[in-house]
T-cell receptor, first 114, second 115 residues
Framework: KAGVTQTPRYLIKTRGQQVTLSCSPISGHRSVSWYQQTPGQGLQFLFEYFSETQRNKGNFPGRFSGRQFSNSRSEMNVSTLELGDSALYLC?????????????FGSGTRLTVV | AQKVTQAQTEISVVEKEDVTLDCVYETRDTTYYLFWYKQPPSGELVFLIRRNSFDEQNEISGRYSWNFQKSTSSFNFTITASQVVDSAVYFCALSEEAGANNLFFGTGTRLTVIP
């Protein structure tokens, strides 16, 4: 079966711009989570959506937002980009709560802010 | 508060050697889940195993084995007869039953297997 698909794979943006990243979960998976990975902070939880509702949010500023559509596809948006937003953004999907079947991650979107 | 510690930042072994990656966790929850993920250079996190707090049975899957000890809050991962393809960053992660539906990751251990 198809895995978790994230687009685009690479992105270069200028400070102050905004960006939208996309994630298509595995078919049938209703939970989609987003993580930010940086060399300094490691892997940090951004937010989680289930059936179009944001259930949980990590400790990130309001510039980071997301949404989930009825087909479970999810987007995350970062407004007013800062240099520190440069990171690998990973999306994960799960068919069960608490990732009982193991969260499946996509290959990520590498965002570079210049 | 929850915390996952992977004290080994980098490990290098020669092919066919055994290697153990350490993971120590902290949580106040009585019900929690522990995971190991592998991150190859391609970037995606590959799920290896999930263990819940009530299941202390060790598990073996081919060359991989996991040792879960609640008494020491550890969930260590051993690769037997390592291969070059095992070279990657390995992450241990924790999810709490009473908390948000998210993973708390350790800082990862970079394993390099030298041919």
């Amino acid at each position: 079966k198809a895995g978790v698909t994230q687009t685009p794979r690479y992105l270069i943006k200028t400070r102050g711009q905004q960006v939208t990243l996309s994630c298509s979960p595995i078919s049938g998976h209703r939970s989609v989570s987003w993580y930010q990975q940086t060399p300094g902070q490691g892997l940090q939880f951004l937010f989680e959506y289930f059936s179009e509702t944001q259930r949980n949010k990590g400790n990130f500023p309001g510039r980071f937002s997301g949404r989930q559509f009825s087909n479970s596809r999810s987007e995350m948006n970062v407004s007013t980009l800062e240099l520190g937003d440069s990171a690998l953004y990973l999306c994960a999907s799960s068919s069960q709560d608490r990732g009982l079947d193991g969260y499946t991650f996509g290959s990520g979107t590498r965002l570079t802010v210049v | 508060a929850q915390k996952v510690t992977q004290a080994q930042t980098e490990i290098s072994v020669v092919e066919k050697e055994d290697v153990t990656l350490d993971c120590v966790y902290e949580t106040r929850d009585t019900t929690y889940y522990l995971f190991w993920y592998k991150q190859p250079p391609s970037g995606e996190l590959v799920f290896l195993i999930r263990r819940n707090s009530f299941d202390e049975q060790n598990e073996i899957s081919g060359r991989y084995s996991w040792n879960f000890q609640k008494s020491t809050s550890s969930f260590n991962f051993t690769i037997t007869a390592s291969q070059v393809v095992d070279s990657a960053v390995y992450f241990c992660a924790l999810s709490e039953e009473a908390g948000a539906n998210n993973l708390f990751f350790g800082t990862g251990t970079r394993l390099t297997v030298i041919p």
